[in-house]
């Protein structure tokens, strides 16, 4: 196989080894059904509860505030759906931002078909939501906030300790879309007053298809799946042993070195983004500069478009993105991007590189030296370019 460069880390993350070393067991030998009696189904009950804990640990919250789930997108829908269901007496507004993630946006939509009142704030040009704006648009009968903790695309840090203690004044139940910042910082659902908090394996170096939803006790929400009493009867099906095993794993490898992590992968963000910017004019930074996830580096090149230059990265075997993963084939930019205020033609020139734990300096030299050489090359064949260049010189004259 090619070695290739991996700069995707937000569209999703290699598994460690340990990982699927942790999960194999129950791919084999371990196969008990967690609901039976004989001791092959308790070792599978006690991983699931292990898992459980250190999740729970992981946010200062209990274990049974821990509700596994077959992903990111699950959980969201879990607790946009369910909450809007089990407090329609209370009233039917939600509030949440411009720039979620499909799995949130969908989900409103879809709940707008059913009668709910949807507000989606407005963010700033660094993708922060308006304070002031969520405070105006709150009303007698909204029952749910949810705002991401951090954008997947251009990586903005959210200030969801504000909007929890802003939440809570007003009684109103705050969701977090967890599942890029999960793993990544620190966030205490104690300290930001979060009522429910999604999360994802797979963009923690845990597998796919597994993650969980944080219930705080008390928070009034039905259940997802009907069928068994799995997960405290919210969740039923028998679950997935494996999948949360090594989420659990993911989760306890993440927490253990997440200071040194962060620090080495700002270190070489920062170092990417000097170069960038510093050796390709007409460049932008997307995004916050520095109150932005650690690992995220957002650009937008004028006079050229997004996915030419990911094909030609993909031909240097580097794995890059251009706006959200979901969004690659149509050709609409990126609702993120849009929402920050850029203009059409500079959303479309956006690249979004996300580093990883097992990024190097040298992986980060070389993207930097063919993203310059395919920049200069996409401008070489541009007209716009050519236009703007003429237009440029006329000026000088
Ligand atoms: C990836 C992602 C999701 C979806 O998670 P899945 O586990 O892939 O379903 C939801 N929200 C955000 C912010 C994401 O980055």
Not at 297 to 324: P, R, T, V, W, Y
């Amino acid at each position: 196989m090619e070695e290739i460069i991996y700069l995707d880390n937000a569209a999703t993350t290699k598994i460690r080894p340990s990982v699927v070393e942790a999960m194999l067991p129950y791919l084999t030998e371990e196969y008990g059904n967690p609901s039976s009696v004989y001791s092959l189904a308790a070792r599978s009950r006690n991983a699931i509860s292990g898992a459980r804990e250190r999740i729970a640990e992981s946010l200062g919250a209990k274990p049974e505030e821990i509700y596994f789930t077959a992903g990111g997108s699950e959980a969201d829908n879990w607790a946009l759906k369910s909450v809007a269901e089990a407090n329609r007496e209370k009233g039917n507004h939600i509030i949440t931002t411009k720039i979620e993630h499909h799995a949130i946006l969908h989900t409103c939509e879809y709940l707008e078909q059913m009668g709910y009142e949807i507000t989606y704030l407005g963010v700033d040009e660094a993708g922060r939501v308006n304070i002031s704006e969520l405070r105006k648009a709150i009303r007698a009968t909204t029952i749910l906030i949810s705002v991401m903790a951090a954008n997947n695309e251009i990586g903005t840090l959210e200030p969801i300790k504000e909007i929890g203690q802003i939440a809570k004044e007003h009684n109103i139940y705050f969701h977090t879309d967890a599942v890029q910042a999960y793993g990544q910082i620190p966030i205490s659902v104690e300290e930001c007053h979060i009522d429910l908090l999604s999360a994802s394996g797979h963009k923690l170096n845990g597998p796919k298809g597994v993650g969980f939803l944080y219930i705080r006790r008390g928070v009034r929400i039905g259940s997802f799946l009907h069928g068994g009493a799995q997960e405290r009867k919210r969740r039923a099906g028998t679950e997935n042993v494996s999948g949360i095993v090594g989420l659990g794993k993911a989760v306890e490898l993440a927490f253990a070195d997440l200071e040194e992590r962060a620090k080495r992968e700002r270190e070489l963000r920062d170092y990417l983004m000097d170069r960038i910017m510093s050796e390709i004019p007409y460049t932008r930074i997307n995004g916050d500069r520095t109150n932005r996830l650690p690992n995220n580096a957002n650009f937008s090149f004028q006079f050229i478009e997004g996915e030419s230059l990911l094909i030609m990265l993909d031909i240097k075997h580097i794995c890059a993105s251009s706006g959200s993963a979901c969004t690659s084939g149509s050709s609409k930019p990126s609702h993120v991007l849009v929402a920050i205020g850029l203009p059409e033609e500079i959303a479309h020139g956006s690249l979004r590189l996300t580093l990883g734990f097992e990024t190097t300096k040298e992986e980060i030299d070389k993207t930097v030296d063919a993203v310059k050489e395919i920049v200069e090359k996409l401008r070489g064949m541009s007209v716009l370019y050519e236009e703007f260049l003429q237009k440029h010189s006329e000026n000088k004259k």
